[in-house]
């Protein structure tokens, strides 16, 4: 049977669980050498398909911060967003819903969805920490752009932010870049955040980070890093050694409703974070995603957006797949300990010159 490259959400008959099936993400060219743990060097720049100047590699730009005098799809750029060349998720057809409990025994829908990549900076950087606060913000600022834009679309109720940084945080391309999916249902993840802090809420009529933040804020033994708006910590029960997130300090579920000032302070904050991660772990491979209301929400009272951080140093091994329970070395009272006192490595140094 010729194999069908077309993407599918399946629903796990036991668990209910839902995963996407999506063989052409196996045809996508690997730059980083997955058997380098903590991969963070240049590898692949002389082809890199993300380099100002090879925008021929990469579909049409949909969104792009760029000269005046440039033209859409060639050189003089600042920031790209691009679908991605090997989807997980696309456009095309139709979606289907299913209704909770309805479905047979073994439920699929078309892999319906837009997958893109937001190209952070036209010159061959590796590292986060490597942008310019400048440069940063426009990448804050560009989610959301894009959260507006996909919400624009009544069919996807979810756009999900995220960014691997290393082979082994799941990058396959060193060249700095976000990803951004968006789907027709709120992922798993968001879905259990929205319930349980809905839960508190009908309990105590108060936002459940909200009241994290105020707890954190009197004790500090989990705070990281703070500006005036907001706060980096260590949560109370991480799942990974040195998990961080970065939260707002007073209360909105909408991450696209920040201010243009607010984002470039975030864009400050979130690299001191970042550098602080550097230099405790030596430039780790990691992952941060957003977690924000679904889309063309209200302000909602229970939910407060964030960014969750988590470092991959250690691999998930077989108790934490076959119990979902993870298993954390380090205490995050000391983590934040250590990485209160780091200081960002400077910028040289992460570019390994
Ligand atoms: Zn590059
Ligand atoms: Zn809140
Ligand atoms: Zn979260």
């Not at 076959?322 to 983590?335: L, R």
Request: overall charge negative; hydrophobic content about 40%.
């Amino acid at each position: 049977m010729p194999e069908n490259l077309d993407p599918q959400y399946r629903r796990d008959p036991v668990t209910g669980r839902w995963v996407i099936i999506a063989p052409i993400r196996s045809l996508r060219p690997l730059t980083l050498a997955h058997s380098k743990p903590h991969a963070r060097t240049g590898a692949g720049h002389a082809h890199c398909p993300l380099c100002e100047g090879a925008e021929a590699n990469t579909p049409n730009e949909v969104y792009a911060i760029r000269d005046a005098n440039s033209t859409p799809n060639g050189p003089g750029w600042q920031l790209r967003v691009v679908p991605n060349k090997f989807p997980a998720v696309h456009p095309l057809g139709e979606p289907v819903y299913l209704s909770e409990g309805a479905g047979d025994l073994f439920d699929s829908l078309p892999g319906f969805g837009e997958h893109e990549l937001l190209i952070e900076c036209p010159h061959h950087e590796v590292t986060p920490i490597a942008l310019s606060d400048p440069e940063m913000t426009q990448v804050l600022t560009a989610y959301r752009e894009r959260i507006l834009a996909l919400g624009g679309n009544p069919l996807y109720e979810y756009a999900t932010i995220f960014k691997n940084i290393g082979a082994e945080a799941g990058a396959s391309l060193a060249h700095l870049h976000s990803q951004i999916i968006a789907t027709p249902v709120v992922p798993e993840a968001v879905r259990n955040e929205l319930e349980m802090s809905r839960a508190y809420y009908d309990r105590r009529r108060r936002c459940v980070f909200c009241d994290i933040l105020r707890e954190e804020h009197t004790e500090r033994h989990r705070v990281v890093a703070e500006s005036a708006s907001f706060i980096a910590i260590c949560p109370f029960a991480p799942r990974f050694a040195y998990e961080t997130w970065v939260l707002p300090k007073s209360h909105d579920s909408r991450y696209e409703a920040q201010t243009d000032t607010q984002y470039a302070e975030l864009a400050s904050l979130l690299k001191q974070t970042l550098g602080k991660l550097d230099t405790v772990l030596a430039e780790p491979a990691m992952n941060y995603y957003l977690h924000t209301s679904p889309l063309r929400s209200a302000n909602l009272r229970y939910y407060h957006w964030h960014f969750e951080i988590v470092p991959r140093i250690a691999r998930q091994a077989g108790f934490e797949w076959g119990s979902g329970c993870f298993i954390n070395a380090v205490a995050p009272e000391k983590a934040a300990a250590d990485l209160r006192a780091a200081k960002p490595p400077p910028i040289e140094a992460a570019l390994g010159l």
